[in-house]
């Protein structure tokens, strides 16, 4: 069976990363399979623990680092966050297309260490319309906001070390774009 895909998927907070992924996930013949990573920080209402992420406490995250249990790790805007390898590769042997949805830091760390990992950079239309977004989401206070904000200038700057990036200006059909970007690798 051929391997399955490494898919780096990067953005900054409030492009919109997780609703184009909601999309992606719905075309079947992409075959894709989301990697559920380790975070220290608190869960938002909605989230569940082992789908969205494992929530772990800061000694258990640092345990997982000493035994070598993480594909890439990062810290963002004071939490710690983590893809557990393990699972990626037994997804990806089970012929599965992993998607890592990660910030930039551990998205380098990817590419550094799998030459053959896919990136995929999703840009906001502009910064300004990302504020209104970050603001209007309500899940974090003001502190966390200007985090946030602060962390996705910088991000921003690292979309031309991605594979491709894409413009999400309307949803589908930013999830449109990428589907087929992916479904001609998938099919190469
Ligand atoms: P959030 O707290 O909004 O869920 O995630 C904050 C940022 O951390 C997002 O950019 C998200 O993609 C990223 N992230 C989530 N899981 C991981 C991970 O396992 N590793 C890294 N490096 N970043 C992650």
Do not use: W
Request: aromatic share 10%.
């Amino acid at each position: 069976m051929k391997k399955g895909l490494l898919i780096i998927y990067s953005g900054p907070s409030g492009v919109g990363k997780g609703t184009v992924r909601s999309k992606l996930f719905e075309y079947p013949e992409l075959n894709l399979e989301y990697s559920i990573s380790m975070t220290t920080r608190s869960i938002r209402p909605g989230e569940i623990d082992g789908k969205d992420y494992f929530f772990v406490s800061q000694e258990r995250f640092d345990e997982a680092i000493r035994n070598d249990e993480l594909l890439e790790h990062a810290s963002f805007v004071n939490h710690s966050y983590g893809t557990p390898k393990s699972y990626v590769e037994k997804l990806r042997n089970e012929g599965k297309n992993v998607v890592l949805e990660i910030e930039v830091n551990g998205s380098m760390q990817v590419m550094e260490k799998c030459k053959d990992a896919i990136s995929i950079f999703i840009l906001p239309p502009s910064l300004e319309e990302l504020e209104n977004r970050i603001r209007h989401r309500g899940t974090e206070e003001e502190k966390s906001i200007q985090g946030r904000l602060e962390k996705a200038r910088i991000e921003v700057g690292y979309a031309s070390k991605y594979t491709k990036a894409f413009i999400n200006d309307d949803v589908d059909k930013c999830a449109k774009e990428i589907r087929d970007f992916l479904y001609e690798l998938i099919n190469k």
